[in-house]
């Protein structure tokens, strides 16, 4: 398998505009989860998904922020206007299960 | 509550030199313990994980790491350093029974000097 995989690896934009990370977890896996990762908070789990259905979203920072999972091979993650202060990697994990298995991730830089 | 302290923020060794990089968790279940690395510009890349069985685990790259129940500790462990050890090591704690989120500690740099 592939592994996890996460596009774009970088994406420059300018305030105000939308923003779409997508992911494609490991086939099989039941589990997907959207972490965000910056200097200043570290790691942090945004949103996480099971059997396609949002299960806790309480780490999605505000209502700019939304994630959707049409399918078991495909999630996105949309930011609404952007900010800088969005900036930071954004990485996407799966997991059949305990172990979670990360994406590359994206690296997105808002300005 | 739960949750997962890793002591050190940054650590440099020598290269050669052993390292022992800690971690500590409050957990109410039975925890599923990990050890993920990060090198630069990568994801997280499981090193180790522990649930029951020998508190002595072995995992990739040569780590190994002890669980530590009445320390409620899960030290991570290697005999001697590389440069290519270099990286971010994060320690985290979830449930065995499902796969819902583990919760990551807030990472320990690991810098190696030639």
């Known amino acids: 398998d592939a592994g996890v995989i996460q596009s774009p690896r970088h994406e420059v934009t300018e305030m105000g505009q939308e923003v779409t990370l997508r992911c494609k977890p490991i086939?099989?896996?039941?589990?997907l989860f959207w972490y965000r990762q910056t200097m200043m908070r570290g790691l942090e789990l945004l949103i996480y998904?099971?059997?396609?259905?949002?299960?806790?979203d309480s780490g999605m920072p505000e209502d700019r922020f939304s994630a959707k999972m049409p399918n078991a091979s495909f999630s996105t993650l949309k930011i609404q206007p952007s900010e800088p202060r969005d900036s930071a990697v954004y990485f996407c994990a799966s997991s059949l299960e305990s172990e979670q298995f990360f994406g590359p991730g994206t690296r997105l830089t808002v300005l | 509550a739960q949750s997962v302290t890793q002591p050190d923020i940054h650590i440099t060794v020598s290269e050669g030199a052993s390292l022992e990089l800690r971690c500590n968790y409050s957990y109410g279940a039975t925890p599923y313990l990990f050890w993920y690395v990060q090198s630069p510009g990568q994801g997280l890349q499981l090193l180790l994980k522990?649930?029951?069985?020998?508190?002595l685990v072995q995992g990739i790259k040569g780590f190994e790491a002890e669980f530590k129940r009445s320390q409620s500790s899960f030290n991570l462990r290697k005999p001697s350093v590389h440069w290519s050890d270099a990286a971010e090591y994060f320690c985290?704690?979830?449930?065995?029974?499902?796969?819902?989120?583990?919760?990551f500690g807030s990472g320990t740099r690991l810098s190696i000097r030639p």
């Open positions: 522990y649930f029951s069985g020998d508190t």
């Open positions: 985290a704690v979830g449930p065995y029974s499902s796969a819902s989120k583990i919760i």
């Open positions: 998904f099971n059997n396609n259905v949002p299960i806790d």
């Open positions: 086939s099989g896996h039941d589990y």
